[in-house]
Every structure is written in structure tokens, then in C-alpha cells.
């Protein structure tokens, strides 16, 4: 890959019709024709590889809050590739989304503490939205999909 273009790389777990809608304003904001240079990769959390990883300049997670924890694909996606990435990705720009029916808090806490020891930093505030999705919390992923692909941006 040309290094005039940077690749982005979303690993989601979209298990229901409000994280598609979250996901889809996340891609949307990704790909936005402000934003140059970037390609957007996309992965479902159950099947993203350390080697995605290597191959991406910036990463977005999403997942649905569970029981108060993100979910077992994201979790398992952070047990695959913890160890190969753990040296060689630090400083990995990185954006958050999240999904509760009531509460995202433990959630957030896991997906940021493990990002934490990847030495991965945060770009931006994880957006965290419980109930149905409103036009702001579409906005709201839509902007982090955006930012990181700005981050990342080799214009």
C-alpha cells in the first residue's frame, strides 16, 4: 500500500439494528469526501487479525455493552490480537463507540483499559449512547468517523 494513503480500520461488533444504525454514521463519517488519503477497512469483531492491525495508521471499536462489559467478540478480537500487537502498535490512534440498553460505563472502562496497555492513544471522547439512538448520537459517531480518519490523514 502507497503510504500517500492511510488506512483506517473499524472493528465492530453489530449485533443489532441500533449498532448497524451507529456503525453505518461511524462508516458514513469515515469515508466523508472532506477527509483525503484515507482508506476505510472494515471488520467484524469475530474475524479482525493482528495483521488488520498491523496494516491500519488509525482504529475505531465498536461494541454493544453487555452485562456491563463490552461484548465477547470484541473481547475475544482484543484476546487475539493483544500479544502480537503489543509492541508494534503503540501509539495507534484509536476511537470508541458503545451501545447499552441502560449503562456503558464497564464497558468503556474494559475497551479503554485494554487500548491502555496496547499503548494505543485516544483521539476522542468514546461516544456512548443508551437507548435508541437520537439525531445527536447519530451526529455524534458520525464525528468520531471523521476525526480519526482527519487524524490519520496524510493531507
Same mark, same amino acid.
Given at each position: ?23 453505518? $454514521? ?11 488519503? @484515507?482508506? @476505510? ?14 496494516? $491500519?495508521?488509525?482504529? *475505531?471499536?465498536?461494541?454493544? $455493552?453487555? *452485562? ?21 502498535t503503540r ?14 460505563t464497564g ?6 483499559? *485494554? $487500548? ?38 496524510p493531507a
Amino acid at each position: 500500500m502507497s503510504r500517500d494513503v492511510r488506512r483506517l480500520l473499524i472493528v465492530h461488533h453489530t449485533a443489532s439494528p441500533t449498532l448497524q444504525e451507529l456503525f453505518a $454514521a461511524v462508516r458514513d463519517g469515515a469515508t466523508t469526501d472532506e477527509v483525503e488519503g @484515507v482508506e @476505510v477497512v472494515t471488520r467484524a469483531a469475530l474475524r479482525a487479525t493482528a495483521v488488520d492491525v498491523f496494516e $491500519a495508521d488509525g482504529i *475505531i471499536l465498536g461494541t454493544p $455493552a453487555n *452485562i456491563g462489559y463490552m461484548s465477547g467478540a470484541l473481547k475475544h478480537f482484543f484476546d487475539t490480537v493483544y500479544y502480537p500487537c503489543l509492541e508494534e502498535t503503540r501509539r495507534l490512534p484509536y476511537g470508541l463507540y458503545v451501545h447499552g440498553n441502560n449503562d456503558t460505563t464497564g464497558a468503556v472502562r474494559a475497551v479503554e483499559s *485494554i $487500548a491502555a496497555g496496547l499503548g494505543w492513544e485516544r483521539v476522542t471522547r468514546p461516544v456512548t449512547v443508551t437507548g435508541p439512538p437520537g439525531k445527536d448520537d447519530l451526529a455524534a459517531c458520525w464525528e468520531l468517523g471523521a476525526t480519526l480518519a482527519a487524524t490519520i490523514s496524510p493531507a
